[in-house]
């Protein structure tokens, strides 16, 4: 997987990683690493052909590639995103209604992940229930302050997304993260 940060520019490309399926495929690559269609329809309960054709969709939109040198025979096609991050903001597609949806399905995403851990947090040990946090607050922020915000959270999330895992026996889960910043009124 590349490190560098993608910029969705392309309204096709939003609309590709939009999908919720495509989109729980994409994080799963992120958080496993690379994987066959197979490995992926186990994780996803999807039928195979089903996966295959959104992982094609995913690469014609250039999100995913091939990962020919991890194949064992030529029949074997493993999956790796193409860039590590994705990044798009909703004023580079003015009057787009395919990133107003894009939007939306975001900010579904995330409720729905929050709900099902509001749903599921009395099945994991305490020791979990007590470190999982929810935030927000109010700020009077110029637009430049806006984006030192956003830049510097952006730096924080990156260096544990970024770390090698050691190897000290501790266990480790995928933790969701999202943050928002939405002007409105108190």
């Known amino acids: 997987m590349s490190d560098e940060v993608r910029d969705i520019r392309d309204s096709k490309v939003l609309a590709a990683v939009s999908h919720p399926l495509r989109r729980r495929l994409?994080?799963?690559?992120?958080?496993?690493?690379?994987?066959?269609?197979?490995?992926?329809?186990?994780?996803?309960?999807?039928?195979?052909?089903?996966i295959s054709h959104h992982m094609k969709v995913l690469a014609a939109a250039k999100l995913v590639e091939v990962a020919p040198e991890l194949a064992r025979d030529q029949r074997e096609r493993w999956w790796k995103r193409s860039a590590k991050t994705l990044r798009w903001a909703a004023a580079d597609f003015p009057d787009d209604p395919v990133a107003e949806a894009a939007e939306v399905l975001t900010?579904?995403?995330?409720?729905?992940?929050?709900?099902?851990?509001?749903?599921?947090?009395?099945?994991?040990p305490p020791e979990w229930r007590g470190v999982a946090f929810s935030t927000d607050t109010w700020m009077r922020l110029s637009a430049a302050e806006l984006e030192e915000l956003n830049e510097r959270v952006l730096l924080l999330l990156a260096e544990f997304e970024d770390r090698t895992e050691p190897g000290d026996g501790v266990e480790r889960r995928p933790v969701f993260f999202a943050a928002r910043a939405s002007l409105g009124k108190p």
């Open 26 to 50: 994409m994080e799963l690559l992120h958080l496993d690493g690379p994987a066959t269609a197979s490995m992926l329809a186990g994780k996803t309960d999807q039928a195979v052909g089903n």
């Open 107 to 124: 900010l579904d995403h995330q409720m729905a992940v929050a709900r099902e851990w509001l749903a599921t947090r009395e099945t994991y």
